[in-house]
């Protein structure tokens, strides 16, 4: 299931909607912020293959790149911070009714991320990516499941990008947010490391695989799998929400 997961990560995000419930499911009685921190370790490993791999193929403009990674590191870290203070349920709500929004407006707009559509100036880029960095970050320290996936949609949205290029800039971007919250779940002690390693190394060889399949087939197909993801996402909120006791 990792190596699904990394793959699906790799090529729009969201490998944490398989592998979070698997532990879920695995590991009952094990506190969530354990099993989030394990999930983290796992995915930073499998992240950094991909980003590594779009690295070789996409230009970056390393100050946008910087820009919203540290943002998203900051803001990653404080969503960390909290996750043991607040209920999460609180704020599942607001995301489901959001995905919701993004599925009909993906699905409407046919050729959303063919291309790349703006060409905003350098200090708007950074300003807007900034807030996406500060937005898509704190979910990801707090909630996780998906952050690849929003980075993705704010990319091509906001700043106008390509899905290939968006999801280059969100792979690199999702490695500094999980090592970020990373540094906060192991001084909290919250991670399994016997299962971190292996998760791991299933989960680099999905990203490994995926990003070569994103590359092969192109923004199109990118596209689709992200419709999928962002779906399943909305399942599983709406089960959290409506049915889970």
């Excluded at 992240?47 to 900051?74: D, E, G, M, W």
């Excluded at 609180?90 to 991320?113: A, N, S």
Aim: net charge positive; charged share 10%; with cysteine.
């Amino acid at each position: 299931m990792t190596f699904i997961a990394g793959f699906i990560d790799a090529v729009v995000g969201g490998g944490g909607l398989i592998t979070i419930p698997t532990l879920l499911i695995n590991l009952p009685r094990t506190p969530i912020p354990t099993l989030f921190g394990t999930n983290k370790i796992a995915s930073l490993a499998g992240t950094s293959i991909a980003a590594v791999q779009y690295s070789k193929r996409i230009k970056f403009n390393y100050k946008l790149l910087a820009a919203v990674a540290l943002s998203a590191s900051l803001a990653s870290f404080s969503g960390a911070k909290l996750i043991s203070y607040i209920n999460v349920n609180t704020f599942k709500p607001v995301i489901f009714v959001i995905l919701i929004l993004i599925t009909i407006y993906t699905f409407l707009k046919k050729d959303l991320g063919s291309v790349q559509t703006k060409t905003l100036p350098l200090n708007k880029q950074i300003i807007y990516g900034s807030v996406i960095g500060l937005i898509v970050g704190f979910y990801d320290g707090f909630f996780g499941p998906g952050t690849g996936s929003f980075l993705i949609l704010g990319f091509v949205l906001i700043l106008g990008f390509e899905f290939i290029q968006a999801s280059a800039y969100a792979k690199v971007i999702n490695c500094f947010t999980n090592l970020s919250a990373i540094i906060v779940f192991i001084r909290q002690g919250n991670y399994i490391l016997e299962l971190a390693i292996p998760m791991a190394i299933m989960n680099m060889a999905g990203n490994f695989v995926g990003t070569k399949m994103a590359f092969k087939k192109g923004n199109k197909f990118v596209r689709a799998v992200f419709l999928v993801i962002v779906i399943l996402m909305i399942i599983k909120y709406g089960n959290d929400i409506f049915f889970a006791s």
